[in-house]
């Protein structure tokens, strides 16, 4: 299934309810000190402080959002967008009496707002999902207010492979048509490919991250919220091939963790700023 096909993104992001279960995987198992959400917005306030106006496109269940209140306060008017009503529902209730946050559904392409009038604007892990990548740039680019910052969060040429592969395997073994991937999300946009889309010439930040598992339930889970449809494609609305595929993984995993005592899956994370003039 590639990765813009709107079944999968339907899938995926209808609710916030698989974005929290991945979300808390990362936090429980990743390798990295610290969460790509706070490390950008640092960054960010080093670079153009004091923003009046901030926007996350494809702000998912708003990690950055409590990245910017925790480390920036109530001050910046916080804008956020998702495709997704479920998401947007989730923004609504998880801003509760924040009157200077608000939540829009919109497309990411096609912006209902003027002409720079963001400090900041964010696009983290949700560019490669577009299906036109130059025209969500373009409008992204459009609303930075002179001297704002463009930040695009993304991860490594190949994330998590360990996974992608167990994945490819599975569904292969199942004798699934098109089992085999070709793209992957992070082939459209990563870390060494993405400052060429970019209006102004980046500056990247980029660090080792990944995931170290001690339990197969866990992979279970992080594969089932969304990741597992991306192999399966229509086949994961059966429950039957998708507990099936889950469980040979499962076996795998146990296999690995008893032979090493830790499934570990590699990764890269960072992300891109660009000042417009």
Not at 75 to 80: D, G, I, L, R, S
Not at 122 to 134: A, E
Not at 244 to 267: K, M, N, P, T, Y
């Amino acid at each position: 299934m590639h990765p813009t096909d709107p079944r999968y993104l339907t899938g995926q992001y209808a609710s916030g309810d698989n974005l929290a279960i991945i979300a808390e995987t990362h936090w429980r198992y990743g390798m990295a000190s610290e969460d790509v959400f706070s490390v950008v917005t640092r960054a960010l306030f080093r670079e153009r402080p004091q923003p009046r106006t901030i926007l996350d496109i494809g702000a998912g269940t708003g990690e950055w959002y409590a990245s910017i209140r925790r480390l920036g306060g109530d001050e910046p008017q916080y804008m956020a967008l998702d495709q997704s009503t479920g998401m947007v529902e989730h923004l609504q209730s998880r801003f509760g009496t924040d009157a200077r946050a608000q939540a829009l559904q919109a497309d990411a392409q096609s912006l209902p707002f003027p002409d720079a009038v963001f400090d900041w604007v964010g696009m983290h892990f949700v560019l490669y999902f577009l299906p036109n990548m130059r025209a969500g740039l373009q409008e992204a680019w459009r609303v930075v207010s002179p001297g704002g910052i463009l930040a695009c969060v993304t991860n490594g040429r190949r994330p998590h492979y360990e996974l992608w592969d167990l994945q490819e395997e599975a569904a292969r073994r199942m004798g699934l048509p098109g089992a085999a991937q070709s793209v992957t999300a992070s082939d459209r946009f990563h870390l060494d490919n993405g400052a060429e889309l970019l209006p102004e010439p980046p500056t990247v930040h980029r660090w080792p991250a990944g995931l170290r598992f001690d339990e197969a339930d866990a992979v279970v889970r992080y594969l089932a919220a969304g990741p597992i449809r991306k192999h399966l494609g229509g086949h994961a609305d059966d429950p039957a091939v998708r507990n099936a595929a889950l469980e040979w993984i499962r076996g795998q995993v146990d296999r690995i963790i008893s032979r090493h005592g830790v499934f570990a899956v590699q990764s890269e994370v960072g992300f891109y700023l660009a000042r417009r003039p």
